[in-house]
Protein backbone atom coordinates (compact mmCIF):
# COMPACT_ATOMS: atom_id res chain seq x y z
CA UNK A 1 0.00 0.00 0.00
CA UNK A 2 1.35 3.49 -0.97
CA UNK A 3 0.96 6.37 1.14
CA UNK A 4 -2.20 7.57 0.10
CA UNK A 5 -4.51 8.70 3.09
CA UNK A 6 -8.23 9.99 2.29
CA UNK A 7 -10.44 11.36 5.17
CA UNK A 8 -14.26 12.03 5.22
CA UNK A 9 -14.50 12.48 1.16
CA UNK A 10 -17.53 11.07 -1.11
CA UNK A 11 -17.14 9.65 -4.21
CA UNK A 12 -19.90 9.76 -6.41
CA UNK A 13 -20.66 8.15 -9.81
CA UNK A 14 -16.65 6.99 -10.57
CA UNK A 15 -16.40 4.14 -12.59
CA UNK A 16 -12.78 2.68 -11.48
CA UNK A 17 -12.81 0.24 -14.66
CA UNK A 18 -11.96 3.79 -16.43
CA UNK A 19 -10.47 6.00 -13.96
CA UNK A 20 -7.89 4.27 -11.86
CA UNK A 21 -8.59 3.72 -7.89
CA UNK A 22 -5.95 5.11 -5.78
CA UNK A 23 -4.70 2.19 -3.17
CA UNK A 24 -4.03 3.43 0.23
CA UNK A 25 -6.28 4.21 3.70
CA UNK A 26 -9.58 5.77 3.64
CA UNK A 27 -11.11 6.46 6.11
CA UNK A 28 -15.32 7.48 7.01
CA UNK A 29 -15.49 7.89 3.20
CA UNK A 30 -18.77 7.17 1.09
CA UNK A 31 -18.73 5.69 -2.18
CA UNK A 32 -22.16 6.12 -3.94
CA UNK A 33 -22.54 4.45 -7.20
CA UNK A 34 -19.39 3.16 -7.91
CA UNK A 35 -18.27 0.68 -10.17
CA UNK A 36 -15.39 -1.83 -8.95
CA UNK A 37 -15.62 -4.56 -10.81
CA UNK A 38 -12.49 -6.74 -10.92
CA UNK A 39 -10.25 -3.77 -9.59
CA UNK A 40 -7.63 -4.00 -7.07
CA UNK A 41 -8.39 -3.03 -3.63
CA UNK A 42 -5.49 -5.19 -2.33
CA UNK A 43 -4.18 -4.04 0.76
CA UNK A 44 -6.51 -1.28 1.09
CA UNK A 45 -7.75 -0.38 4.50
CA UNK A 46 -11.21 1.09 4.51
CA UNK A 47 -12.37 2.08 8.43
CA UNK A 48 -16.22 3.85 8.79
CA UNK A 49 -16.37 3.85 5.52
CA UNK A 50 -19.85 3.04 3.72
CA UNK A 51 -20.87 2.18 0.10
CA UNK A 52 -23.99 2.41 -1.72
CA UNK A 53 -25.42 1.22 -4.47
CA UNK A 54 -22.10 0.14 -5.63
CA UNK A 55 -20.39 -2.82 -7.54
CA UNK A 56 -17.41 -4.49 -6.47
CA UNK A 57 -18.14 -8.04 -8.49
CA UNK A 58 -14.82 -9.80 -8.77
CA UNK A 59 -12.58 -7.15 -6.77
CA UNK A 60 -9.54 -8.47 -5.04
CA UNK A 61 -9.43 -8.21 -1.40
CA UNK A 62 -5.78 -9.55 -0.55
CA UNK A 63 -4.80 -8.18 3.11
CA UNK A 64 -7.45 -5.40 2.68
CA UNK A 65 -8.85 -4.04 6.05
CA UNK A 66 -12.41 -3.97 6.24
CA UNK A 67 -13.06 -2.37 9.84
CA UNK A 68 -16.80 -1.42 10.34
CA UNK A 69 -17.71 -0.76 6.62
CA UNK A 70 -21.29 -0.87 5.83
CA UNK A 71 -22.47 -2.12 2.32
CA UNK A 72 -26.36 -0.82 0.86
CA UNK A 73 -27.37 -2.22 -2.20
CA UNK A 74 -23.96 -3.19 -3.69
CA UNK A 75 -23.49 -6.34 -5.85
CA UNK A 76 -20.91 -8.33 -4.36
CA UNK A 77 -20.67 -11.24 -6.01
CA UNK A 78 -17.46 -13.64 -6.20
CA UNK A 79 -15.22 -11.85 -3.59
CA UNK A 80 -13.13 -13.70 -1.87
CA UNK A 81 -13.55 -11.82 1.91
CA UNK A 82 -11.39 -14.97 2.85
CA UNK A 83 -8.40 -12.62 1.78
CA UNK A 84 -9.02 -9.57 3.50
CA UNK A 85 -7.14 -8.79 6.60
CA UNK A 86 -8.59 -10.77 9.60
CA UNK A 87 -7.84 -7.91 12.13
CA UNK A 88 -10.78 -6.02 12.57
CA UNK A 89 -12.88 -7.59 10.20
CA UNK A 90 -16.16 -6.10 10.69
CA UNK A 91 -18.65 -5.76 7.56
CA UNK A 92 -22.48 -5.31 7.76
CA UNK A 93 -24.60 -5.76 5.13
CA UNK A 94 -28.13 -4.55 3.30
CA UNK A 95 -29.90 -5.55 0.39
CA UNK A 96 -26.76 -6.67 -1.33
CA UNK A 97 -26.03 -9.49 -3.68
CA UNK A 98 -23.38 -11.81 -2.21
CA UNK A 99 -24.18 -14.66 -4.92
CA UNK A 100 -20.80 -16.96 -4.97
CA UNK A 101 -18.90 -14.65 -2.61
CA UNK A 102 -16.52 -16.36 -0.25
CA UNK A 103 -16.16 -15.89 3.46
CA UNK A 104 -14.04 -19.65 4.31
CA UNK A 105 -12.48 -19.24 7.71
CA UNK A 106 -13.20 -15.69 8.51
CA UNK A 107 -14.36 -14.81 12.28
CA UNK A 108 -17.31 -12.52 11.93
CA UNK A 109 -19.21 -12.68 14.79
CA UNK A 110 -22.42 -10.38 15.04
CA UNK A 111 -22.23 -9.91 11.03
CA UNK A 112 -25.69 -8.69 9.68
CA UNK A 113 -26.55 -9.96 6.83
CA UNK A 114 -30.15 -7.68 5.95
CA UNK A 115 -32.44 -8.80 2.90
CA UNK A 116 -29.78 -9.73 1.17
CA UNK A 117 -28.99 -12.83 -1.86
CA UNK A 118 -26.46 -15.18 -0.21
CA UNK A 119 -26.99 -17.67 -2.93
CA UNK A 120 -24.26 -20.09 -2.93
CA UNK A 121 -22.45 -18.01 -0.49
CA UNK A 122 -19.18 -20.33 1.21
CA UNK A 123 -19.51 -19.81 4.69
CA UNK A 124 -17.11 -23.26 5.32
CA UNK A 125 -15.33 -23.12 9.12
CA UNK A 126 -16.54 -19.48 9.08
CA UNK A 127 -17.21 -18.36 12.84
CA UNK A 128 -20.47 -16.51 12.87
CA UNK A 129 -22.09 -16.60 16.24
CA UNK A 130 -24.35 -14.13 17.36
CA UNK A 131 -25.12 -12.90 13.48
CA UNK A 132 -28.44 -12.43 11.76
CA UNK A 133 -29.64 -13.23 8.51
CA UNK A 134 -32.97 -11.04 8.04
CA UNK A 135 -34.82 -12.15 4.96
CA UNK A 136 -31.96 -13.62 3.55
CA UNK A 137 -32.14 -16.14 0.92
CA UNK A 138 -29.47 -18.81 1.41
CA UNK A 139 -30.24 -21.13 -1.68
CA UNK A 140 -27.37 -23.47 -1.78
CA UNK A 141 -25.18 -21.62 0.54
CA UNK A 142 -22.31 -23.62 1.75
CA UNK A 143 -22.23 -24.28 5.78
CA UNK A 144 -19.85 -26.68 7.25
CA UNK A 145 -17.42 -26.92 10.24
CA UNK A 146 -18.88 -23.45 11.00
CA UNK A 147 -19.93 -21.55 14.06
CA UNK A 148 -23.83 -20.47 14.04
CA UNK A 149 -24.02 -20.07 17.61
CA UNK A 150 -26.54 -17.81 18.78
CA UNK A 151 -27.24 -17.13 14.77
CA UNK A 152 -30.29 -16.05 13.89
CA UNK A 153 -31.80 -17.68 10.93
CA UNK A 154 -36.01 -16.79 12.10
CA UNK A 155 -36.72 -15.14 8.89
CA UNK A 156 -34.15 -16.62 6.08
CA UNK A 157 -35.04 -18.92 3.58
CA UNK A 158 -34.18 -22.01 1.85
CA UNK A 159 -30.71 -22.40 3.44
CA UNK A 160 -29.72 -26.41 4.09
CA UNK A 161 -27.70 -26.59 7.42
CA UNK A 162 -26.44 -30.11 8.93
CA UNK A 163 -26.70 -29.66 12.73
CA UNK A 164 -24.24 -32.88 12.80
CA UNK A 165 -21.46 -30.83 10.70
CA UNK A 166 -22.36 -27.26 12.49
CA UNK A 167 -22.50 -25.60 15.88
CA UNK A 168 -26.11 -24.27 15.74
CA UNK A 169 -26.35 -23.88 19.70
CA UNK A 170 -29.01 -21.25 20.56
CA UNK A 171 -29.38 -20.76 16.94
CA UNK A 172 -32.69 -19.33 16.08
CA UNK A 173 -35.00 -20.70 13.06
CA UNK A 174 -38.10 -20.25 12.02
CA UNK A 175 -40.83 -22.94 11.35
CA UNK A 176 -40.91 -22.59 7.77
CA UNK A 177 -37.39 -23.47 7.68
CA UNK A 178 -37.20 -26.79 9.68
CA UNK A 179 -36.91 -28.33 6.72
CA UNK A 180 -33.65 -27.05 5.98
CA UNK A 181 -32.10 -28.48 9.27
CA UNK A 182 -32.94 -31.99 7.66
CA UNK A 183 -32.24 -32.05 4.12
CA UNK A 184 -29.62 -34.50 4.71
CA UNK A 185 -32.40 -37.62 5.96
CA UNK A 186 -34.25 -36.77 2.89
CA UNK A 187 -37.78 -36.72 4.88
CA UNK A 188 -41.25 -35.56 3.68
CA UNK A 189 -42.53 -32.71 5.85
CA UNK A 190 -46.37 -32.06 6.04
Same mark, same amino acid.
Given at each position: ???? $?? =????F?????????????? $?????????????????????????????????????? &? &????????????????????????????????? %?????????????????????????? &???? =????V????? %????????????????????? $???????????K??????????? %??? $??????
Amino acid at each position: MNGN $YT =LEKEFEKIDFTQTPFVQGV $YEECIFRNCVFTAVELSRCNFTDCFFENCNLSLGKLIQ &T &TLNNVTFKDCKLMGLHFEDCNEHLFRVRFEQCN %LELSSFFQRKMKETHFIHCSCKEMDL &TNAN =LSGSVFTNCD %LDRAIFENSNLGKVDFSTAIN $YSIDPEKNMIKKAKFGVAGIEGL %LDK $YDIEIV
